[in-house]
């Protein structure tokens, strides 16, 4: 009898294309991957909106779905709208309550209407918002991998962050966290699998836990 292929979507987080999965490698005789990609927002677009938007763009049933970041807030939304074998939310927030308390402050003030999206060429400016440290070391790395630089887009995504209304934590997700995560410092307590010096990008620099981990996680009680 020949073995069902589990299906595996993967949502990046804000601004940063599909190949920051790249290094994940499930066993094909059990899992395929898909990548997701972001599309441009139409104008004033709720995120209720564009989540089945993006659902739109899977093409199998009962599938796994993974986001990273705001990726990760993505995959949320789009779970109150399909049905999933699992969800994995990566390096994100299980409510609005998570959120640090500069994005809060934004929240109230609004400040975030204020941001300079349109120095998206500054790859530093993508580089702090996207994967919350400047680029020093690593400039090649974030070329690489942020690639969505539309200024419309990234003022609907900050928005959206900030503006997230989820208020408690989806009790049917698998959360993974890094304990040194600079933009979301508050996520690791509660139900969340988290990795000793896990950073913001550990899907990129720690993928052998996620390649070893996975399977198990995705199998588990199936």
Not at 115 to 144: C, H, M
């Amino acid at each position: 009898m020949e073995q069902e292929i589990i299906h595996v979507y993967l949502m990046p987080g804000m601004a940063a294309n599909p190949s920051i999965f790249e290094y994940i490698k499930l066993p094909e005789d059990q899992f395929q991957i898909h990548w997701l990609e972001w599309m441009i927002p139409v104008k004033n677009e709720s995120l209720e909106s564009y989540a089945k938007r993006m659902i739109l763009h899977i093409k199998h049933d009962n599938i796994v779905l993974l986001g990273v970041s705001f990726g990760g807030i993505l995959v949320q939304e789009m779970s109150k709208h399909i049905q999933l074998r699992k969800l994995f939310v990566v390096s994100s927030v299980k409510s609005k309550h998570e959120l640090p308390k500069r994005m809060k402050v934004m929240k109230y003030t609004k400040a975030y209407k204020l941001l300079p999206t349109q120095l998206v060429s500054n790859i530093d400016f993508l580089a702090k918002y996207a994967f919350g440290e400047t680029i020093s070391k690593r400039i090649e790395l974030y070329k690489k991998y942020l690639s969505v630089s539309d200024k419309h887009y990234l003022d609907w995504a900050i928005e959206n962050v900030i503006e997230w209304d989820q208020d408690e934590p989806n009790k049917d997700a698998i959360y993974i966290h890094g304990d040194k995560d600079a933009v979301f410092p508050h996520s690791c307590t509660g139900n969340c699998i988290v990795l000793k010096g896990g950073s913001h990008i550990m899907v990129i620099n720690k993928y052998k836990w996620f390649n070893e981990n996975l399977p198990k996680l995705i199998l588990l009680d199936a």
